[in-house]
């Protein structure tokens, strides 16, 4: 029988060692991971499994079996001894530092710490990658609200998601005379759009809300559990809103943007349910689904004379009147 090249050898040697590393780091998540689930995930035989797992025994990895949660897991305190990085999860890295202190999204100390902890243990070539990435790599002018006096409020609403405890704080509506007092329980932390925003329903209330940060007052976290839904949806609570209320109307929009604009909206994913048609004249037509339609007069505004909003007619007259509005008012206030 002929010998295998050592090339297919490698190869294959490789292929085991990548699936040995997947089998550890499955058990080291927080996930329930049998050998039946491990199998599956990896699209092996559960013996091959087994294999596996002797083989990170051999190599003095601590696991063991949950018969609580009839699962494999690592003893908690157990770190993995060596990393590599690619390049290319280096140059991920170099980029989530990057944007992670620009203003609006400097939460905390962001990415820095990590990126200086892995240049320091990872091979010249990908330190000298971090050291470039730095250099070359900006975010600049993102346009995102001013958190600079809400990052604690930000630190306080992580912590309290991942402590899954109740949030308490004074929070100023623009629906209400003065701040109110609420709990709540808290499901999720969002940036959208240009701001941050929890999701959370409020103590004794069925449906959950929609909370800006920087309009809470006082904010802290609760000694007491929070209660939620292990089938929250982000995707399902907002639905088709054009950015964080729901309205309580789905309309079928259509806007042509004229050639001069056609270019520029061709460039952009404005929203998920967009559809963008060229057109013979050279403008472009904008066609999307959205729940209710404040939120999404004020982009079209933002493209005045240069767009035509062909349907709905509801948000044509709210569109004509607000242009005629603003007409009015800088009519009756000459330089």
Not at 26 to 36: M, Y
Not at 47 to 74: N, S
Not at 178 to 187: C, D, E, W
Not at 246 to 253: A, E, L, N, S
Request: proline share 5%.
């Amino acid at each position: 029988m002929p010998r295998r090249p050592d090339r297919d050898r490698r190869i294959r040697q490789s292929q085991r060692i990548a699936r040995v590393l997947g089998v550890l780091n499955l058990i080291q998540s927080r996930g329930r991971w049998n050998a039946k689930a491990i199998a599956e995930e990896l699209e092996v035989s559960e013996r091959t499994v087994y294999r596996d797992l002797e083989v990170l025994e051999f190599a003095g990895v601590p696991w063991y079996f949950d018969d609580g949660g009839q699962c494999y897991r690592v003893r908690p305190d157990y770190r993995f001894p060596t990393l590599t990085l690619t390049e290319d999860e280096a140059l991920g890295q170099a980029m989530a530092t990057v944007i992670s202190a620009a203003p609006g999204l400097d939460v905390g100390q962001g990415a820095t710490p990590t990126t200086r902890k892995l240049a320091a243990n990872s091979a010249i070539e990908v330190q000298q990658l971090f050291a470039d990435a730095a250099r070359l790599i900006h975010a600049f002018d993102l346009k995102l609200a001013d958190h600079s006096k809400h990052l604690e409020a930000i630190k306080t609403t992580q912590a309290a998601l991942l402590h899954q405890r109740q949030l308490t704080g004074n929070y100023e509506s623009p629906y209400e005379p003065k701040p109110v007092r609420i709990v709540m329980h808290p499901y999720r932390l969002c940036l959208i759009k240009q701001a941050w925003y929890i999701i959370g329903r409020i103590d004794g209330e069925d449906s959950p809300k929609t909370f800006r940060v920087a309009r809470f007052k006082t904010l802290r976290e609760l000694s007491k559990a929070a209660e939620i839904p292990e089938d929250f949806d982000l995707r399902s609570y907002f639905g088709n809103a054009w950015a964080v209320f729901r309205g309580d109307q789905t309309f079928d929009i259509e806007l042509r943007f004229l050639p001069a604009a056609a270019t520029v909206v061709q460039e952009t994913t404005w929203y998920h349910t967009q559809k963008v048609k060229k057109q013979k004249d050279g403008s472009v037509t904008l066609s999307l689904k959205v729940d209710g339609l404040d939120e999404i007069l004020y982009w079209i505004l933002s493209w005045s004379g240069k767009v035509l909003v062909q349907k709905p007619k509801e948000l044509q007259e709210l569109y004509v009147n607000r242009l005629q509005e603003a007409v009015r008012i800088n009519s009756d206030n000459p330089l």
